[in-house]
């Protein structure tokens, strides 16, 4: 069986010595002695200005809209996973989809101000598959109509954007750190910001809002990562490199051998230094991605409909104006990439697409 991806486990040992000094230490959770050492690596590893690892990639999408969309209309996108709208409905605001770009699939940034009311609070937009949205010509729009910025980065591990980490764009993003990502500590995630204050003010929220035992500094809930979650991201984090090379490996080995007359790959914006999240291909219509799916499948290779159905089709959705996005969705699966995928499986997969 080949899926779209699996799970990196680092040797056993290394988790065993993990969790080890969480028997030593005897505490399992509540900013522990793993969790800091994890925060602090990520930090530099990623080179971000603030970082809160939390026990999720879903969790810190709801506190940042939780703090600052109020409720209000918030501009989003419709081709992403099913987390970035769920969190918009779940935190009583809506959401306004605005159509994608037809190449890079982004959040069509030319679009976005004819959709901004009077009601709108913030932006919530995907760099899917690690491709990231125009930030500048964001930044810009939000500022002029003083909205915030919430990146949904969750494919996002590593991912540098003209010289510095994606992450430190927009007023907050997001990263999943599930076992289907890039770098993972089984569930997972972190939420990024700009400065100590925004952190402090978002900390409380998934800390319950404790400040303190007996104080509260507001409202919050409880979105911690564990000693156990950070020891696997401990344990993870020293073979990054490793894998990121051999998902390299794997892409560049599509670019080479895919037959691109028959479909089209994603279209990177330009000053991407890319991570190599995933490795999506659009057909030139639904039938023809449905035909390819079914060979695969035949064949025990499971490639995945990220992003299907739009997210304007949700049940609990009643808007349906995104026609790139309908038709992008329609057309576009996600091929195997992850870091042992051997050059048979991968010689496999290209020629039952090719013939
Ligand atoms: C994986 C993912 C999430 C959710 O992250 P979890 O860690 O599974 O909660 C959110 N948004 C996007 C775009 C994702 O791919």
Redesign the pocket.
């Known amino acids: 069986m080949i899926n779209v991806t699996k799970t990196f486990f680092p040797p056993i040992e290394d988790y065993q010595n993990q969790l080890q000094r969480i028997w030593n230490n005897q505490w399992l959770t509540n900013n522990g002695e793993l969790y800091k050492e994890l925060s602090k690596k990520l930090q530099d590893y990623l080179g971000v200005n603030q970082i809160i690892p939390m026990t999720?990639?879903?969790?810190p999408?709801q506190i940042a809209l939780n703090a600052y969309a109020k409720e209000g209309e918030v501009i989003t996108t419709p081709f992403?996973?099913?987390?970035?709208t769920a969190?918009i409905v779940w935190e009583k605001c809506t959401p306004v989809f605005v159509d994608i770009h037809p190449e890079y699939l982004t959040i069509d940034e030319s679009k976005i101000e004819a959709s901004i009311t009077e009601k709108t609070t913030a932006i919530l937009a995907?760099h899917?598959y690690g491709n990231p949205c125009d930030v500048e010509v964001i930044e810009a729009i939000a500022e002029k109509h003083n909205l915030k910025v919430i990146y949904?980065a969750?494919?996002c591990f590593g991912l540098i954007y003209k010289g510095q980490s994606i992450f430190n764009y927009g007023d907050v993003s997001?990263c999943?750190?599930?076992a289907?990502?890039l770098f993972h500590t089984g569930?997972?995630?972190a939420l990024f910001c700009q400065d100590e204050e925004t952190r402090q003010e978002l900390w409380y929220r998934h800390n319950f809002g404790h400040d303190g035992p007996e104080h509260y500094h507001g409202l919050g809930m409880n979105a911690k990562m564990s000693e156990l979650q950070a020891a696997m991201g401990l344990s993870v984090l020293p073979y990054m490199e490793h894998i990121l090379k051999e998902r390299q490996r794997v892409c560049e080995y599509y670019d080479e051998h895919l037959d691109f007359t028959k479909l089209s790959k994603l279209k990177l914006r330009e000053g991407t230094q890319w991570n190599y999240a995933y490795y999506p291909v659009a057909f030139k219509t639904e039938n023809e991605l449905l035909k390819t799916k079914a060979k695969l499948e035949a064949k025990k290779i499971n490639p995945r409909r990220?992003?299907y159905p739009s997210l304007e089709a949700l049940p609990y959705i009643n808007s349906s104006d995104c026609t790139i996005a309908m038709d992008t969705a329609k057309r576009v699966f996600c091929l195997p990439v992850y870091d042992s995928l051997n050059i048979e499986d991968l010689n496999k997969i290209v020629s039952t697409i090719n013939v």
């Open positions: 999720n990639g879903t969790l999408i992403s996973y099913v987390a970035t969190s995907t899917v949904d969750a494919h997001t999943s750190f599930h289907t990502k569930e997972g995630g990220y992003f």
